[in-house]
């Protein structure tokens, strides 16, 4: 987000410092520039592409209208406004080494690149309070759980990145060296208010949010596994034998195979099963298979989780740590090369959003293959 890269961009994105370095560097010769711009622009498409799949998958699959999704899907076109409004100007600067397109429309980009990028993190909060409701208040949150609510939600975050956004913009200053405005786009602060307001209102606050929610979710689905499991064991007499089974509360479950119905032919048998009949075999496959089942759901919703934390705290991160750093050490300023890097990893996040949000979901995968499928019968 070059808009919240305001001392660094002051330093880093000059012309005049950017000749007087050293050509050595990656975006310093003809090669190299082509090569970085073609892999920003690889970048920008895949973030394009994907993002609409998930997009235009929602909204033809019948089966994926639920108001979970409708998030997705509001992240999903988030994403595609980094990709498409965001993304293009800041490949167009990096190869320029200088702003060309005039003051209005790097105003206007700013204003889009803090929003956008801030209304993502903040829609990856919101999917992580609505997935939390989902899992600790199942029955009640149900019937809470409707479009309506998301579109509110959806109105929310939208409300907050804007409140988030606006006030840098409206308080902050361009350079007041004409030549060197034309060159550059970039907002400039002299108070340090401004960037912790941006910083932790954007990133630091949600993903405070995001890690305790998160942990919390992880928490409750594994005590909701642990409790499907063929459990804590009761003993059953089984010709003179006490045998280990399943709780009550296992066999009452609806999932969960009921013992098999006494024989009329032998009385005496009564509330006894022999341990080497067929039913008593099966029944005991199946109740190792549900455990196994259980624990693969287990560390199939870690991995998961584990994902979504990764890839958020890994591409955004680094980026507010650098806004940090930059605002406490005024000699501490990064390379060019560097601060093009965090801002793109940044961006990044927008390309992997979709995939992990979508990718464990088997009618996402379903309504993927139908839409590729399609697509290459045309």
């Known amino acids: 987000m070059h808009s919240w890269r305001w001392w660094t961009t002051r330093t880093c994105m000059d012309p005049n410092s950017r000749n007087s370095s050293s050509t050595d560097g ?14 920003l622009s690889v970048l920008a498409l895949l973030t394009t592409a994907i993002n609409s799949l998930v997009i235009t998958a929602i909204i033809v699959t019948r089966k994926l209208h639920h108001p979970a999704n409708y998030l997705i899907c509001s992240l999903a076109v988030t994403d595609l406004l980094v990709a498409i409004l965001v993304m293009p100007f800041s490949i167009v600067y990096i190869v320029k080494e200088t702003w060309v397109m005039g003051e209005v429309m790097c105003t206007i980009w700013l204003s889009v690149d803090i929003t956008c990028c801030t209304c993502s993190i903040l829609h990856l909060a919101a999917i992580a309070v609505d997935r939390y409701r989902a899992i600790t208040d199942a029955v009640e949150y149900s019937r809470k759980r409707t479009s309506l ?23 902050g200053h361009h350079r007041t060296d004409e030549e060197a405005q034309e060159k550059e786009c ?49 003993k059953l007499e089984i010709n003179g034998n006490k045998i280990p089974m399943c709780s009550d509360r296992e066999q009452q479950s609806h999932d969960v195979l009921t013992l098999p119905e006494k024989s009329m032919s032998e009385p005496s048998t009564e509330g006894r099963i022999s341990a080497a009949s067929p039913n008593f075999q099966r029944h005991s496959e199946r109740s190792i298979k549900r455990q196994r089942i259980s624990g693969a759901r287990e560390r199939k919703a870690a991995m998961t989780l584990g994902l979504i934390l990764g890839a958020f705290v ?20 990064p390379s060019s090369e560097i601060a093009t890097f965090l801002t793109w990893l940044g961006y990044l996040n927008s390309l992997i959003n979709p995939l992990i949000y979508t990718i464990f979901n088997e009618d996402f995968k379903k309504a993927f293959h139908k839409l590729i499928k ?3 019968e045309l």
């Open 186 to 234: 970039l907002i400039k602060h002299e108070n340090i208010a401004f960037t912790l307001y941006s910083t932790f209102g954007a990133f630091y606050i949600p993903l405070i949010l995001i890690l305790i929610l998160y942990y919390k979710i992880y928490q409750a689905a594994k005590i909701l596994y642990h409790k499907r499991r063929p459990s804590p064991m009761n």
């Open 314 to 333: 890994v591409c955004w991160l680094p980026f507010f740590i650098q806004e940090v750093i930059i605002n406490i050490c005024n000699r501490c300023v």
């Open 149 to 171: 609510r998301a579109a509110v939600t959806i109105s929310v975050v939208w409300f907050l990145s804007i409140l988030i956004s606006l006030p840098p913009m409206l308080w």
């Open 26 to 39: 990656l975006g310093r010769n003809p090669a190299g520039m082509i090569l970085l711009s073609l892999t």
């Open 374 to 376: 399609c697509r290459n």
